[in-house]
């Protein structure tokens, strides 16, 4: 089955909280523990469900960023409720080291990106709003998926903006991941902070 935007357009409307900043990674074979420690994070305790991740973010203040992972498959799927670690080239690149990285990020003021590294290694940067314009070492390698799932190209704008709906759709494209309400409301998450300034 194709996925596309429109498989995502419940994010925005049913987490309203994550969804007015939030950063999604995906990293191939590397367990939670393993990839806190290439961020150089603290771990804490275990969470349920976005709606407690957003609440231990509020408490961990401005220098401390929550970063909360689960397993699924091959993949470990990291949420930061009002973060960007996931689409930092500083930090993600260095953490990408032997295995493939796919972010997305987004935040109300208007703010997003999403990364695709490999081996330290950016394959794909753009801005989901605007994704004529991408760089990387591949930046055209999924300009066919792009397109498909639903990003919208060209200089007119579209009726409604479904750039984070897309970003889904291309992450899923990418790895076969696909995080479901069910899935953000119930999963058992591994977290951790780390350190942002």
């Known amino acids: 089955m194709t996925v596309t935007a429109?498989?995502?357009?419940?994010?925005?409307?049913g987490f309203p909280g994550l969804a007015e900043a939030y950063c999604f990674?995906?990293?191939?074979?590397?367990?939670?523990?393993?990839?806190?420690?290439?961020?150089?994070?603290?771990?804490?305790?275990?969470?349920?469900?976005?709606?407690?991740?957003?609440e231990a973010s509020y408490d961990l203040?401005?220098?401390?960023q929550l970063v909360?992972?689960?397993?699924?498959?091959?993949?470990?799927?990291?949420?930061?409720?009002?973060?960007?670690?996931?689409?930092?080239?500083?930090?993600?690149l260095p953490a990408s080291a032997g295995t493939t990285?796919?972010?997305?990020?987004s935040n109300v003021n208007g703010l997003d990106s999403f990364l695709w590294a490999e081996d330290a290694t950016?394959?794909?940067?753009?801005?989901?709003?605007?994704?004529?314009s991408r760089w990387g070492s591949t930046p055209?390698?999924?300009?066919g998926t792009m397109h498909r799932v639903g990003f919208h190209f060209g200089a007119d704008a579209p009726e409604t903006d479904q750039s984070v709906a897309a970003a889904f759709a291309l992450a899923e494209s990418m790895t076969k991941v696909?995080?479901?309400?069910?899935?953000?409301?119930?999963a058992a998450f591994t977290c951790g902070s780390v350190r942002i300034r």
């Open 6 to 13: 429109a498989d995502y357009l419940w994010f925005e409307d």
């Open 25 to 54: 990674t995906l990293v191939k074979d590397l367990a939670p523990a393993e990839l806190l420690q290439r961020l150089d994070g603290e771990a804490g305790p275990s969470l349920t469900g976005v709606a407690a991740l957003l």
């Open 61 to 64: 203040g401005d220098t401390q």
């Open 122 to 132: 950016a394959r794909l940067a753009f801005e989901p709003m605007f994704p004529d």
């Open 178 to 186: 696909r995080p479901t309400p069910e899935f953000l409301c119930t």
């Open 101 to 105: 990285w796919i972010s997305h990020f």
């Open 140 to 143: 055209d390698d999924q300009l």
């Open 68 to 92: 909360a992972m689960a397993g699924v498959g091959r993949w470990t799927l990291m949420i930061e409720p009002n973060g960007c670690l996931g689409v930092s080239e500083e930090r993600a």
